[in-house]
């Protein structure tokens, strides 16, 4: 098997466990409807775990672009790959998103909130604010490829690292992803947010794609600088490239705060005794 199908394979993987898992919780007249987050912060970490065993062996099982990115910053594979690796990724988070709806097949119809059913495939802001959400996805994707990258590191028994790395998910899950719902993965986001486009979904509403570039641009951006970061710090390697990368941090969340959304201000009643 070539690094294009096990990154696509293991992406699908990946994409039909862990949506899976959103649209037990989200949709109506499931056995797991509102079971809540920490069922999707597990179902996620075991999807990763899962996936990573399955195609580890045939691409390293990255499954995610911001992965993929950070590996090449750090000389881990070759630039000239990492096209490879993301279209592989993109595809298969498409195909695991279908799998996905045909799964659920008759929940749609009796799901009435839009919201429910894109939460199923794609992440969004408890508090839509460009900059909050964009350092949002870049802290969480900033620990995920440091950890990532630490966990290699370490002599674990073989085989245990993809285990590892799933509890790592969980973790990112229950401390950082309630604020964005933690993409962390620009394929985890684009490909099942692509698919809820093109898909017959009963009532299914906007795909929000003003919101897409976040979990694209702030997983990318966070990953680089934790792979940049590791090298420089952890391995004693200076990278030219950590610069740029932090003055392309310092741009982007200037401009959003400048240009993007911003939550409104909150209004205190207060209350008149009588």
Not at 14 to 27: R, S
Not at 30 to 58: C, D, E, Q, R
Not at 155 to 179: E, H
């Amino acid at each position: 098997m070539t690094a294009f199908w096990g990154e696509l394979i293991g992406t699908a993987i990946l994409i039909t466990l862990g949506a899976g898992v959103c649209a037990g919780v989200n949709l109506k007249k499931t056995l797991s409807n509102s079971s809540g987050w920490v069922i999707i912060t597990f179902g996620w970490g075991l999807a990763v775990a899962v996936a990573a065993y399955s195609v580890g062996k045939f691409s390293g099982a990255h499954l995610n672009p911001a992965l993929t990115v950070a590996l090449a910053f750090t000389g881990d594979l070759p630039w000239k790959e990492v096209p490879t690796y993301i279209i592989g990724q993109v595809l298969g988070a498409m195909i695991g998103a279908t799998v996905v709806y045909f799964h659920y097949l008759p929940h749609w119809r009796v799901t009435d909130d839009p919201g429910a059913k894109l939460g199923t495939f794609a992440t969004g802001p408890a508090i839509p604010y460009t900059m909050a959400n964009l350092i949002s996805e870049m802290i969480g994707t900033f620990v995920l490829v440091l950890g990532i990258l630490a966990i290699g590191a370490n002599k674990f028994t073989d085989g245990l690292n993809p285990l590892i790395v799933g509890f790592l998910i969980v973790s990112i899950g229950m401390s950082l992803g309630g604020t964005t719902g933690y993409a962390i993965n620009p394929a985890r986001d684009f490909g099942p947010r692509l698919a809820h486009a093109l898909l017959p979904i009963p009532g299914k509403g906007s795909s929000n794609w003003g919101y897409a570039w976040i979990p694209v641009v702030g997983p990318m951006l966070g990953g680089s600088l934790g792979g940049l970061f590791y090298k420089t710090a952890f391995l004693g390697k200076t990278d030219i490239n950590l610069w740029f990368v932090i003055g392309a941090i310092v741009i982007i969340l200037a401009a959003a705060f400048f240009m993007g959304k911003k939550p409104q201000e909150m209004t205190i009643v207060k209350k008149v005794s009588a």
